[in-house]
């Protein structure tokens, strides 16, 4: 096996993962974790086509990624917040609205 299929193997196995959260949990910090998941395979391939090409684009590319990831784990932390807030119970199914 080359190192790069086992890199995208990986990677798929990583974002697998992280789907699987997306869709089982409940709790909003779960969710965004297994999205946090899904973003790191992503940057993964990325780098790894950087790597392949042999150019730097694919690693600022990730770089990239890996900023706006950061700016939504803090976005989404916020609106859990303020969802546990409003209600004692924190569940992604009870989330309609939140008003504050």
Known sequence: MTPELVVVIAAFAVFACGAIGVIYRKNPIAV????????????????????????????????????LGAAEAVVGLALALALFRNEAKVDVDDAREIVG
């Open 32 to 67: 965004l974790m297994s999205v946090e998941l899904m973003i790191n395979a992503s940057i993964l391939v990325l780098i790894l086509g950087s790597r392949v090409h042999g150019n730097a684009e694919g690693q600022s590319a990730g770089l990239l990624v890996l900023v």
